[in-house]
Every structure is written in C-alpha cells, then in structure tokens.
C-alpha cells in the first residue's frame, strides 16, 4: 500500500512539473509582449506617404494583400530587397512603389470625385474604382489592354455608321 502512493505521488510530482514547465515555455516574456506593444504603436511605420500613419498592421496587410491580389505580384514587385534578404518596406529604391503611391491618390480622387460620397454616411468606405478595376491581376493593364482591343475581348462591335439621306 505505501508503495502504491509513493508511485502516486511521483506521477503527482512528474505531471505537476510537466504542467508548470509547459505554463513557463508558453508564456510570452517581456520582450515579446513588447514587440506585441509596438507593432500595435503607431509610431512604428516609417515612410508612409499616402497611407494613414496610425494604421493597425491588420489594415495594412490587408491592403498590402489587396495590392498582390489585384495586380498578380508578390511584395517584392513594389518592395526594395534589404540587407537581411526580407523586403525593405520603408525603401523608396523601386519606381514601382511610387507608381502605387501615384495609382492611390488617383483612385481615391475618382471615387471621392464621380461617385456619390457626399449622400453616404462613410463616404470613405465607397470604393467603387480599385486596383483590380483596371489590372485584374495583371502588373501591366495596359499590356493586358492591348490584348483584348486586338481579339476584341468582350467588348460589342462598334455601331454601324449613319446612313445618308437622299433627297
């Protein structure tokens, strides 16, 4: 019997230690918690021009992925390689990133300009021109463009020209 409750105890003590050691491996430390705090700190975008710069990193990666999605592109595409191989976000070293900057203004110009924002309650959740308005997940519209006006695309056939009377 007292051998019994010996192995009792040492399986209480082993899964006690299992349990606290599992607790203590889990549980964030007080640099991650700080790296948590910054990332939700508004101060940690450099370089943001068009974007607002309090913007959580969830709006942020959510646009980012609109970006990739509507245009066919990885980060990469907009984004300067850095020293580390990751992209280097802040860098204005590829054109393309001013291009997105230029394609942000004017969109959003379009939409607040030709649309009906002034009777919306949000007028700056109407969206009715994106990115994939014109590229449709092609970099290069114009090149996707240029395609479709040589077959056509789905575009109707012109009108016939008018008819002259003769009196």
Request: glycine content about 2%.
């Amino acid at each position: 019997m007292l051998k019994s409750n010996k192995r009792k105890f040492n399986l209480f003590l082993f899964l006690t230690a299992c349990i606290f050691i599992s607790v203590a491996a889990t549980k964030p430390n007080v640099t991650t918690l700080q790296k948590v705090a910054n990332n939700n700190d508004s101060t940690q975008w450099k370089n943001l021009q068009v974007l607002p710069k309090n913007i959580s990193k969830d709006s942020l990666d959510e646009v980012m992925h609109h970006f990739t999605k509507a245009l066919g592109v990885r980060c990469s595409f907009c984004h300067a390689p850095g020293n580390d191989g990751h992209p280097d976000f802040p860098s204005d070293a590829k054109e393309e990133k001013n291009i997105a900057r230029y394609m942000m203004k004017m969109t959003a110009d379009i939409n607040r300009n030709y649309f009906n924002t002034e009777n919306s309650s949000m007028p700056d959740t109407i969206h009715v021109v994106q990115c994939m308005t014109c590229h449709h997940g092609n970099p290069h519209p114009d090149d996707a463009m240029m395609a479709d006006n040589n077959s056509n695309g789905n575009m109707p056939p012109p009108p016939p020209p008018p008819q002259e009377h003769n009196q």
